[in-house]
C-alpha cells in the first residue's frame, strides 16, 4: 500500500480540522529540494480551497444563448444530465451552451449564531 506524502505546512492545515496531530499525516522526504529532484518522487499535496465558482442557473437569472440575452424558467436533472429550459421554447438548452457570470461558493464551516428562540 502506497502512502501519500505531504508537505508539513499542508500536514498541519489537514489536522487542524480533523483532530489529528501533524505527525499522524507522512511528511518524509518532502522540504526544500523541489519538484525536480528525481522522476520517482511524490509532489508536494498543495492545501485545498475552501472557495470554488460555478455559474448557479435558477429561475428568473438572465443568462447569453449565441449573443442573445434570454431568461431561465426552470431547470432539471434527470439521468445525471443537467438542462436548462428558456422562458418562451419549448426545448431545453444544455447549460454549456449559456453564459452566465459564476458565483462563488465556500466549503468552510462557519458558526452562526442563534436567531430563533423557543
Not at 23 to 39: L, M
Not at 73 to 81: I, M, Y
Not at 90 to 102: G, I, K, N, W
Request: net charge positive; aromatic share 6%.
Amino acid at each position: 500500500m502506497q502512502s501519500l506524502t505531504i508537505s508539513p505546512e499542508t500536514a498541519a492545515h489537514a489536522a487542524a480540522g480533523s483532530g489529528a496531530t501533524a505527525s499522524d499525516f507522512d511528511t518524509q522526504g518532502v522540504g526544500t529540494q523541489g519538484a525536480a529532484a528525481s522522476p520517482g518522487a511524490a509532489l508536494p499535496v498543495q492545501p485545498r480551497s475552501f472557495t470554488f465558482e460555478m455559474p448557479l442557473f435558477r429561475p428568473g437569472v438572465q443568462v447569453q444563448e449565441g449573443g442573445r440575452n434570454e431568461t431561465v424558467s426552470h431547470v432539471v436533472l434527470r439521468r445525471r444530465e443537467m438542462v436548462v429550459y428558456l422562458v418562451g421554447r419549448e426545448e431545453p438548452v444544455r447549460p454549456d451552451r449559456l453564459r452566465l457570470q459564476p458565483s462563488k461558493f465556500t466549503t468552510a464551516r462557519r458558526a452562526e449564531g442563534l436567531n430563533w428562540f423557543l
